[in-house]
């Protein structure tokens, strides 16, 4: 799937945009070429060498705490899309297999996680159990499960009447064997197509977090903070909201382009786009001139 996905122009472009963020995750903090907690006397200053996207209200440099911020902005978009697919996944596949009440429980649990609003539920939290990032997006990830159950348990409904399955249970293979040899590798593709989706909402719901101030304590940066912060001197720096709102806008869209990409090469249409490329080959192949013989 890896190399179908890097094969199509879009996918290259999202994987490449999506490297460098996690790039600027790993080593954002060490590439900060100030300190992002020191303040100074030198406030909302403009772009210069010493400070290249200038500085927020208290002197601190943005372009320091924008690096340092990547990396809580980027933890907690994947904490919410592994916890979702954790939560969500296991119980959408043992749901087709555990029985009718098991079905029931889990699909009225489903239905209940996403009449709740994540946003008032993650504030709720933090105020019961104190303000921090892993416990918002916890609950967050336990909100957004809904999604992966029912795609995990769609895909698998479409291979449990399969005669190969009906074959192996017949045969009395475990529930678990069945589902590793012959449903996992039919449920990845949507769960991956999903998973992808999902950290794209994981970066919209972090930065809405840290930008209402839920989530993390200051003065520690997060892409949504500066944004919010920024917001506030918009008349001394009206240029300011651009390098957060860019950061965040850019990962979302490569996170949804790289979905389009691994749904583009799986299934029907997968395997459709694969023949079209070989038959282009092959008529490559036919159309070139054979080499001369020699005399």
């Known amino acids: 799937m890896v190399r179908c996905v890097l094969s199509l122009p879009s996918g290259r472009i999202a994987v490449t945009v999506l490297a460098v963020i996690a790039f600027l995750a790993v080593f954002g903090p060490l590439l900060a070429p100030q300190d992002p907690l020191a303040t100074s006397d030198n406030t909302l200053a403009a772009t210069s060498g010493a400070h290249w996207l200038g500085t927020d209200y208290l002197g601190r440099d943005v372009l320091s705490r924008l690096l340092d911020g990547s990396r809580i902005s980027v933890l907690g978009s994947l904490e919410v899309a592994l916890t979702a697919l954790v939560v969500g996944?296991?119980?959408?596949?043992?749901?087709?297999?555990?029985g009718r009440t098991f079905e029931w429980i889990t699909l009225r649990l489903a239905d209940t996680l996403v009449a709740l609003p994540f946003l008032l539920f993650a504030v709720a939290v933090v105020a019961l159990l104190g303000n921090g990032i892993t416990q918002a997006m916890l609950v967050t990830g336990a909100l957004v499960s809904p999604l992966f159950y029912r795609v995990s348990r769609a895909a698998t409904l479409a291979v449990a009447r399969s005669q190969y399955v009906e074959a192996a249970l017949i045969s009395g293979a475990a529930i678990g064997w069945v589902v590793r040899r012959h449903v996992?590798?039919?449920?990845?593709?949507?769960?991956?197509?999903?998973?992808?989706?999902?950290?794209?909402?994981?970066?919209?719901?972090?930065?809405?977090?840290?930008?209402?101030?839920?989530?993390?304590?200051?003065?520690?940066?997060?892409?949504?903070?500066?944004?919010?912060?920024?917001?506030?001197?918009?008349?001394?720096?009206?240029w300011a909201p651009l390098a957060p709102a860019l950061l965040i806008m850019i990962t979302v869209w490569a996170c949804n382009v790289l979905a389009d990409a691994i749904r583009d090469v799986s299934g029907e249409a997968g395997r459709a786009l694969l023949n079209s490329r070989r038959a282009r080959a092959g008529r490559l192949d036919q159309a070139d001139p054979a080499p001369a013989g020699g005399a």
Do not use: E, H, M, N
Not at 226 to 238: K, M
């Open 89 to 98: 996944v296991v119980p959408g596949i043992l749901s087709v297999y555990l």
């Open 184 to 238: 996992w590798a039919k449920v990845l593709p949507p769960i991956a197509v999903a998973l992808a989706q999902t950290i794209g909402v994981g970066f919209v719901i972090v930065s809405s977090l840290t930008f209402l101030g839920i989530g993390v304590q200051p003065p520690a940066p997060t892409w949504g903070g500066l944004l919010a912060s920024d917001l506030g001197y918009l008349s001394q720096r009206p």
